[in-house]
């Protein structure tokens, strides 16, 4: 079945601790995005990925990091965590421009 | 700034009837334009898509219009069922933006 898996589901943590959201994809779709979600925001683009090893910015991509060392993975990190990225975040991939996105059920972060 | 604009209040309609969902834009020349249906903590889910040089698409009971003149997208769905009732995002992607931008989204209640 095709999908993009993301773990964890949930996670409550404290500042400062460290944390990777994993996302993996299994159609070999070339792009890859992080959005985070949050009440009167809507969807936000944090950081996405045209390719292997080629990343760029989104629109708040203040104190995430990400990598795309293969295809299917798109690792979200939170070096140093604070209550403002207490958040829904959603990953997503596709095959470019033009091209349905698909999303993966999401991660509820509290950062404590 | 480009901005996208759904209406932020619900859409209340009764079973049967044909909900209309707007979404317009400014500053922006969208390629494409897609439509979402987002679940109460659920990924968004692609329903249609419509380019630039098209004025509607149809897809079962589905329908998207597209007017680059106006800078807006009407998005109809006919004989609605409560099972309709969801959150229903549109988002668009410029050439060469590769990641489409959402707007936040407008939530479509429907009675029995």
């Known amino acids: 079945e095709a999908q993009v898996t993301q773990n964890p589901r949930y996670l409550i943590t404290v500042t400062g601790k460290k944390l990777t959201v994993t996302c993996s994809q299994n159609?070999?779709?070339?792009?890859m995005s992080w959005y985070r979600q949050d009440p009167g925001l809507g969807l936000r683009q944090i950081y996405y990925?045209?390719?292997?090893?080629?990343?760029d910015k989104g629109d708040v991509p203040e104190g995430y990091k990400v990598s795309r060392k293969e295809k299917r993975n798109f690792p979200l990190i939170l070096e140093s965590p604070s209550p403002n990225q207490t958040s829904l975040y959603f990953c997503?991939?596709?095959?470019?421009?033009?091209?349905?996105?698909?999303f993966g059920d999401g991660t509820r972060l509290s950062i404590l | 700034s480009q901005k996208i604009e759904q209406n932020s209040e619900a859409l209340n309609i009764q079973e049967g009837k044909t909900a209309t969902l707007t979404c317009n834009y400014t500053?922006?020349?969208?390629?494409?334009l897609q439509w979402y249906r987002q679940d109460p903590g659920r990924g968004p889910v692609f329903l249609l898509l419509?380019?630039?040089?098209?004025k509607e698409k149809r897809k079962e009971r589905l329908k998207v219009t597209f007017d680059t003149t106006l800078k807006q997208s009407l998005f109809h769905i006919t004989a609605s069922q409560p099972a309709d009732s969801a959150t229903y995002l549109c988002?668009?992607?410029?050439?060469?933006?590769?990641?489409?931008?959402f707007g936040r989204g407008t939530s479509l209640i429907v009675h029995p």
């Open positions: 997503a991939s596709s095959n470019g421009l033009g091209q349905p996105q698909h």
């Open positions: 159609m070999n779709h070339e792009y």
């Open positions: 990925s045209m390719n292997v090893e080629v990343t």
């Open positions: 500053n922006y020349s969208p390629a494409y």
């Open positions: 419509i380019r630039e040089n098209e």
């Open positions: 988002a668009l992607e410029g050439r060469g933006s590769y990641i489409p931008t």
